[in-house]
């Protein structure tokens, strides 16, 4: 049989032209895939050269200067600001050795005296004097509930209790040393 | 096919090739990977960089677009700010913590306290320190210390300490020592000099005076003795007018 008129292919130019089919396909799909990566980058140049950044950086620009020209109040309103923040820092940190005097006088009871006050580091000393034993006891109850609510003393220290003569060596007053603990 | 490729003389040739093998296996396998590498080679060089800058062009067109609200508001904030308002309450703040060594107020002051709490005033002794060198301008809060001797009663005394945290310049007792009607006090006044540059960009969020720092202006107000002193002035003419 003559393979020039067989009208059916070998199974040779079977092989063949299924192999040439799968490389059309493949060749295909290679063009297609050149095709949508050239069309990315068209795309992708037009979003780059399409953006609004340009005109938004010139906006900023005229917004910046037109702030500019309130420089000097803007300066005053930063330099003013960082300085009340400083002074509220300072406000807040600052010892109050009035109010604590204020607080061991007014537990005083009638007829004693607050003559001493001393503040050291950690510290207050005082001396308290009165004519009465009962009103230095009194004192020690006040301050006994004043150290209790923990400001702002913590803790208090008798020193010295000592009764004072007059000439006629009778006692005139007695007097008491304290230490007050923060 | 070797041999045909090396007898290629013209574009002729190339055509007569071409149409010759153009259905052939080999030809679309050989087209299919040279378009590979053309996809590779254009992705990146092409393709991969134009999608950085297109997330770069993103990422700085929000941040534009944040520095221009930014921008905007502090416009209208700066807008809204009476330069007279400014003014007085940065005077306020320099009289509270002066830029200076400001013993001229510190004697003012003192000299405040001991009439306003009826004490009597011994000698004081300051330790200002250098008026102006470099170390000293470097030093970003500092104090001037003085030394009080005041004579007076325990109650005129404990006034005294009171008002000291209520006056301008800010200022502090650091040691107290009273006994037989005489008070030796130690004080600082505080001041801080003026930072050497203010760096103040416009795309941040301005700083502003807001309600707890209102409030501590209004405390200083009441602490101000220069406009107490101004009062006090206006009383005792009205009352020797009367």
Redesign the interface.
Known sequence: MNNEINLLYSKKQQI?NA??S???V??M???G??FL??A??VV??L??IS???PS??A??KE??N???T??A????????????????T??SK??????Y??AL?DILPAGT???????EKESVNI?VSSPSLESIEEYFLSLSKLVEKGTPFQRVYVNLLEAVKDQDQQIKSFQVKLTLYF | MLNELNNIRSLEDIRILYFKYKDAPQFSLALSVLIAVVVIVVVGKFVMPQIDRWFSIQNELKATNDRIDTLQKNISLVNSLSDQVIATDYDLAKKALPYVKDYTSIINTINYLAISSSVSLDDYTFQVGNLSTTSANLSPETAISVKVTIKGTIAQFQTFLQKVNEVLPLAEIVNVSYSNNSGDLGMIFFYKYLPKETQITYTDPLRVIDQDKLQTIEMLKKWDITVKDVAFDQQVASESGN
């Open positions: 063949l192999s040439a799968r490389a059309r493949v060749r799909g290679a063009v895939l050149l990566v050239g990315t980058s992708l140049f979003l780059v953006s609004p950044l938004l950086a906006k900023e917004l910046e037109t702030l500019k309130s420089d109040k803007i300066v005053n309103v930063t330099l003013a600001v960082i300085r009340l923040s400083d002074v509220k300072i406000i600052r010892s109050h050795y009035g109010d005097l204020q006088r005296d607050l003559t001493e006050f001393t503040v001396t």
